[in-house]
């Protein structure tokens, strides 16, 4: 009867130490699944706006509430989005090349042969701006990646590059639009022009390698 009695407690004692554990390990389970960060710390600004915890996309219903099912949607978004950045930005390369060579030409153009290139390249430089807008709003716009990346990475490298290419890109439109005024800014629009090419190509070549 003893011994049947301590067997008995013995059982007791061990259903309640197993579902002590399974307790705290639940609790564990939840705190983790808690701690799980579904947005990086780090964002910029403009991804922060529109797709951060309280941002703009949530109060009004386009991107729904963080859970992990969600955030694997966005994701897809932003890999879409940034399809479309790399497809537009080799367009807006070859538009940046043509100008180039258009704008050589101009230096001695003349005559009817000026009114010609010069049209052709106020047109190229529309087109241009246009391409690159749409793929600088690829990259501000689109939701961000799951985690930040430490240390040196090809795609921090292409990000440096970039803050340098769109101040090269704003510099070269409001020289252009000077030069009419004072063609002693020549020098300076197409040093600007220059700079935001050669960034910009190193920043598309970048990705292709990794580090």
Same mark, same amino acid.
């Given at each position: 009867?003893?011994?049947l009695?301590?067997?008995?407690?013995?059982?007791?004692?061990?259903?309640?130490?197993?579902a002590?554990?399974?307790?705290?390990?639940?609790?564990?389970?939840d705190?983790? &699944?808690?701690? /799980?960060?579904?947005? #990086?710390?780090?964002?910029?600004?403009?991804?922060?706006?529109?797709?951060?915890?309280?941002?703009?996309?949530?109060k009004?219903?386009? !991107?729904?509430?963080l859970? #992990?099912?969600?955030?694997?949607?966005?994701?897809?978004?932003?890999?879409?989005? $940034?399809?479309? +950045?790399? !497809?537009?930005g080799?367009?807006t390369? !070859?538009g940046?090349?043509a100008?180039?060579?258009?704008?050589a030409?101009?230096?001695?153009?003349?005559g009817d042969?000026? /009114?010609r290139?010069?049209?052709?390249?106020?047109?190229?430089?529309?087109?241009?701006?246009?391409?690159y807008?749409t793929?600088?709003?690829?990259a $501000?716009?689109? #939701? #961000?990646?799951?985690?930040?990346?430490k240390?040196?990475?090809?795609?921090?490298? +292409?990000?440096y590059?970039?803050y340098? +290419?769109?101040?090269?890109?704003?510099?070269?439109?409001?020289?252009?639009d000077?030069?009419?005024?004072n063609?002693k800014?020549?020098?300076? +629009?197409? &040093?600007? &022009?220059?700079?935001?090419?050669?960034t910009? $190509? !190193? &920043?598309?070549?970048?990705?292709? $390698?990794?580090?």
């Amino acid at each position: 009867m003893k011994l049947l009695s301590l067997l008995l407690f013995f059982v007791l004692l061990t259903g309640v130490s197993v579902a002590q554990e399974a307790d705290n390990l639940l609790a564990e389970l939840d705190t983790t &699944a808690k701690q /799980t960060k579904l947005l #990086p710390d780090k964002m910029l600004l403009t991804q922060r706006i529109f797709w951060g915890e309280k941002g703009l996309y949530r109060k009004i219903g386009i !991107a729904p509430a963080l859970t #992990p099912e969600n955030r694997a949607k966005e994701l897809r978004v932003r890999r879409t989005m $940034f399809k479309i +950045h790399q !497809a537009v930005g080799l367009l807006t390369a !070859a538009g940046m090349l043509a100008q180039g060579i258009l704008g050589a030409k101009l230096y001695t153009a003349g005559g009817d042969n000026y /009114t010609r290139i010069r049209k052709a390249h106020e047109a190229t430089a529309l087109g241009i701006n246009i391409a690159y807008g749409t793929t600088a709003l690829m990259a $501000f716009t689109a #939701p #961000p990646a799951m985690l930040n990346r430490k240390g040196i990475s090809n795609v921090k490298i +292409h990000k440096y590059l970039s803050y340098i +290419h769109l101040t090269g890109m704003i510099t070269t439109n409001i020289l252009a639009d000077k030069i009419g005024d004072n063609y002693k800014l020549k020098p300076y +629009h197409r &040093a600007a &022009a220059f700079t935001t090419f050669g960034t910009y $190509f !190193a &920043a598309m070549a970048i990705l292709k $390698f990794e580090f």
